[in-house]
């Protein structure tokens, strides 16, 4: 049976440049991930009850404290609900869907394993998704960048939703050093 490309125990080093844009998109994702949990928590905090009894509030902080074990696409899903449940919020489906863009650049970059190309500057992420899709086409600096840039993009819209309920999105202990 023929090989295709290295065998799977050759490890290439990313050019430093590649690295750190690479680095800098994940990091991003984290950050974006965080922003989703608190806009979760700022859209369901701003409808609950002023009545709650304490045994109601202790079972909604406990389904908040979950969020924080969630993956990407559960808090999609969540913010998405949670957006429904909110009257006068706007592009919820255009948030949503961009969400879901992100969720699939955030998989490949998290989870490919990099290979060099014979174009200069541009790497191949050997991944496949849970749909059996390859992913093809290589990757450059620039692209990285532009997800990064995309990834913030999204970030700020989502903060923008916190934000109108009037909740900042600070947690519990923010304000301790």
Same mark, same amino acid.
């Given at each position: ?36 949990? $608190?806009?979760?928590?700022?859209? #369901? !905090?701003? =409808?609950?009850? %002023?009545? @709650?009894? *304490?045994?109601? +509030?202790?079972?909604? &902080? ?22 429904? $449940?909110?009257?006068?919020?706007? #592009? !919820?489906? =255009?948030?949503? %869907?961009? @969400?879901? *863009?992100?969720? +699939?650049?955030?998989? &490949? ?69």
């Amino acid at each position: 049976m023929a090989r295709i490309g290295a065998p799977p125990e050759t490890h290439y080093t990313l050019p430093s440049d590649f690295s750190a844009a690479l680095g800098q998109c994940v990091a991003s994702f984290g950050w974006l991930e965080e922003i989703i949990k $608190r806009t979760i928590y700022a859209l #369901d !905090r701003a =409808r609950l009850a %002023d009545d @709650l009894t *304490e045994e109601e +509030l202790q079972t909604w &902080l406990s389904r908040m404290s979950n969020l924080a074990d969630d993956s990407m696409g559960t808090l999609i899903e969540q913010l998405d609900a949670a957006m429904r $449940r909110h009257p006068g919020l706007r #592009d !919820r489906n =255009r948030i949503t %869907d961009h @969400l879901g *863009e992100i969720r +699939l650049h955030r998989n &490949l970059l998290c989870h490919a394993s990099w290979r060099p190309t014979e174009e200069r500057g541009r790497w191949h992420p050997a991944f496949v998704n849970t749909k059996g899709d390859v992913q093809r086409d290589p990757l450059s600096v620039d692209d990285l960048n532009r997800i990064r840039e995309n990834t913030v993009e999204i970030g700020a819209r989502v903060l923008r939703v916190m934000r109108a309920t009037g909740i900042q999105g600070y947690w519990a202990g923010d304000d301790e050093a």
